[in-house]
């Protein structure tokens, strides 16, 4: 199923609701129709001029991550330094909030506010990323931003993919040669994948991880199941303390132990083939990954090269920094996700815990179950374990070429290895010890 976002046929002049049209408006200009592709989540490549160009850049074709992470960060992941076969190559981690957290972000606005800099300091021209559309909050538009101040309309997490390389040429039409790109990991890929051919003389990528992603509408869905009135939503979360959190219109705040989600309602297609089987959870190819998934309740930033660096320096005195923590055994959760995976996979019903049970391990789990860099950790190895399964269940022929050696890598601890016939590559490359750091 495809978004409808970036279908547009008239350029929108589109200030956000509540914010007065000032002269600078998000740019949202028409777009081509997508390309019909078989694994897509509408990158936008495929509505640019020349089409063809997913056959190398796109994620779900055949990914080169190590030559890309070379290109991008000076080397690929090595997996003897700590955390990098899972989270790709970085300089350091943090965890890290504003000191003033932004009003409509996700977390604390650190996405938000390094964009809103790059734009006040002159070092970029515009700022490609998503805004809500018009008539729902949920559904991503792509647009391009040259006020700092219009980026708070940005603010905020939406549910679903939309076409955000489709206003690269677009960008490039309008003379801007300085870009920053905020995007999710399949966005990301492709943009860094065609990065030397669009010949812009700067390019700043601010990526946040993803997982678990749908198209708005089926995320609608998943909205009604949560309360009688869907549309007063106005904010969900899946936090790292094994709650979701939802905040409505009123101003009121639900915390949901994940556990007690209504998540056996929705349909085995309710996540596409694309999510549930998508390699770059924590998006290696960004300059900076903005994310929360090992902060512990704060946010968690990789910085991954030295563009990274100058990015996370613009938040000056406005962040504060402290070292990730690390906290429970990930093996045990892995091992019982996998499990579940596999019985949906091979269209079993899920062992479901008695109800009875379910608030005892909800009460249970942020207080034993792997926490900080830990739960990061097991949710990477799930998301290689959802892959293997469902690519092998489904599109056995493409494991060969989607899924890299290292993902290979995290799955074996849990007695997933290639069959014949998927990998082409036998194993990760020896660690380049005397590789420079990025
Ligand atoms: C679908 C999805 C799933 C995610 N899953 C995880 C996860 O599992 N673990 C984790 O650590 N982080 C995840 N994130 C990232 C997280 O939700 C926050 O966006 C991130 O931590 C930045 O917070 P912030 O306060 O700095 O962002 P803000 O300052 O509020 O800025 C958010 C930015 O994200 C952009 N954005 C919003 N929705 C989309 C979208 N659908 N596609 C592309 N760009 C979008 C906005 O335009 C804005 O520029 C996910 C994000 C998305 C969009
Ligand atoms: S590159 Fe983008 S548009 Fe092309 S197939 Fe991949 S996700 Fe779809
Ligand atoms: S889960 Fe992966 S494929 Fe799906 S939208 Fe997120 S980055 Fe793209």
Known sequence: MRPDAGKGTRERMRPADDT???GAPLWSPPLAPPAHRDLCTDCGISRTADAARCARACQFIKPDYSN????VHGRARDPSRPDELHFGPFRRMVRAALKSPLAGAQWTGITTR???QLLQSNAVDAVLTMAP?????????PVLVTRASDLAQCRGMRMGYAPLLALLEPAAARGYRRLAVIGIPCQVYALRALEAELGFEKLYVIGTPCSDNTTTERFHEFLALLSPQPDTITYLEFRADYHVEIRFADGTQREIPFLQLPLSTLPGDFFPLTCRTC???TNVLADITVGYMG???EQWLIVRNARGEELLALLGDDVRLSEPGSAGKRQGAVKGFMANVARAAGGLPLRRMPNWLRPIVAWLMPRVGPRGLEFARARVEMKAVETVLHLRRE???RLRHMVPAHVWKLVEPYGLTPQ???QTVARVADPPHDAPPP
Do not use: K, M, S
Request: hydrophobic residues 35%; glycine residues 10%.
């Open 279 to 281: 390699v770059d959870y």
């Open 295 to 297: 902060g512990q309740g």
């Open 114 to 116: 390094i964009a809103e």
């Open 20 to 22: 007065a049209l000032t």
């Open 133 to 141: 559309a018009p008539d729902d909050r949920w559904r991503p538009v």
């Open 68 to 71: 890309l992470e070379t290109r």
């Open 420 to 422: 014949a016939g998927e």
């Open 395 to 397: 599109a056995q022929r």
